[in-house]
């Protein structure tokens, strides 16, 4: 007669209680550090002065058959003055100048297959909007870690806007891919 | 008859479902803990002041973390701060914070890193350095405007500096309010493994 299973069945994973207590935690990360070490974790900065006809607008694309997919980490935005939107907009038309993302592993070689563009033209297309917050002066940071998730065929766009004046201003866009 | 493979094959890792719930939640904690018990959790900080006399003045706070080839340790980014502040008249003062790949410093000086844990002797394999003007060269990872007050951009490892490449970051406020004094300062935050 086989042996039976000693814990659950063979084919299934084992159920485990993690019992670690505040004196000896289990030590764990978000996915961007391992992205990072793998040299998969990409980003672009973008700094120019937002007035009501120059938005500040960066889109990464994941082209058809790139075979990655693009998992959004972190979106970022700062305003020297007040009124000013942060939106992230899915699949916009975006023309505008062809940028190199960033490697944060800066030891790896590895580059990322997203066309990254930045552009200060608003976006066309009619894209849906995904998030939109107003600004105050300062920074502001947005942790996604994965929540929006850019197929092929599909893009993720920055857009920060001000709806009166002008104003220095500043977005970025991180992002693992694989 | 051999034995089957009680759990998964024995050259595939053992899968596990995790049947914690919110009574009795996984206790898990962020690296840096760790880090810190191992004593390789490294902190360096700089600040810098001006005094507005007649016109428009800035306080520049850099910090360049170096990495040098050979080093047998890699860098791992926990967090990089930075704020400004001024002894009044904060409306009249503006700021930026900017995060650096690469990049050297002018005239910089050198900088002891602290370790997070406090009874450690462990000293930090990197070489760091600040200085009171911008950052030269280098590509920009990030870039933002300040308000008055702290900022501080969590990574948790996730800027990676390998040996033979390196980090700096910078603050620089600005205010041409006469006798206004205003401050940049700056730290990282960083393992080493």
């Known amino acids: ?178 | 008859m051999p034995n089957q493979f009680v759990f998964n094959d024995n050259d595939q890792p053992l899968y596990v479902d995790m049947v914690n719930t919110f009574q009795a939640p996984d206790i898990s904690a962020p690296p840096e803990i760790s880090a810190s018990q191992a004593a390789v959790l490294y902190s360096t900080n700089t600040s810098a002041s001006s005094l507005v006399v007649l016109s428009l003045i800035s306080a520049i706070a850099s910090i360049r973390i170096s990495n040098a080839s050979g080093s047998g340790k890699t860098v791992y980014i926990s967090r990089i701060s930075g704020s400004i502040g001024g002894s009044s008249l904060l409306s009249a003062m503006s700021g930026s914070f900017t995060i650096v790949k690469g990049g050297t410093l002018t005239s910089p000086a050198t900088l002891t890193p602290t370790n997070n844990n406090l009874g450690s002797s462990a000293t930090s394999a990197m070489t760091v350095q600040s200085s009171t003007a911008a950052i030269s060269g280098g590509t920009t990872l990030f870039n933002y405007q300040l308000a008055p007050g702290a900022f501080t951009q969590n990574f948790t490892g996730s800027i990676i500096v390998p040996p033979g490449t390196a980090i700096c970051a910078n603050v620089t406020s600005s205010s041409s309010a006469v006798g206004l004094t205003i401050t940049s300062a700056l730290g990282l935050l960083w393992w080493e493994q």
């Open chain 1, 1 to 178: 007669m086989p042996n039976d299973s000693v814990f659950n069945q063979s084919s299934q994973p084992l159920f485990t209680e993690q019992v670690n207590t505040y004196v000896a935690p289990g030590i764990d990360s978000a996915p961007e550090g391992g992205a990072a070490k793998a040299g998969l974790l990409f980003g672009i900065p973008f700094t120019s002065t937002v007035t009501t006809a120059a938005p500040l607008v960066i889109q990464i694309s994941n082209p058809g058959g790139s075979g990655r997919t693009l998992y959004v980490s972190r979106v970022t935005a700062s305003s020297a003055t007040a009124a000013v939107t942060l939106s992230l907009l899915r699949n916009a038309t975006v023309t505008g100048t062809t940028v190199t993302p960033i490697n944060y592993n800066f030891g790896s070689a590895l580059t990322s297959v997203m066309t990254a563009r930045t552009s200060t033209a608003a976006p066309t297309g009619g894209p849906a909007t995904l998030v939109s917050l107003l600004l105050a002066v300062g920074p502001v940071i947005v942790d996604f870690t994965g929540q929006i998730v850019v197929p092929p065929g599909n893009s993720i766009t920055t857009s920060v806007t001000i709806a009166s004046g002008s104003s220095a201003a500043t977005t970025s866009i991180s992002w693992w891919e694989y």
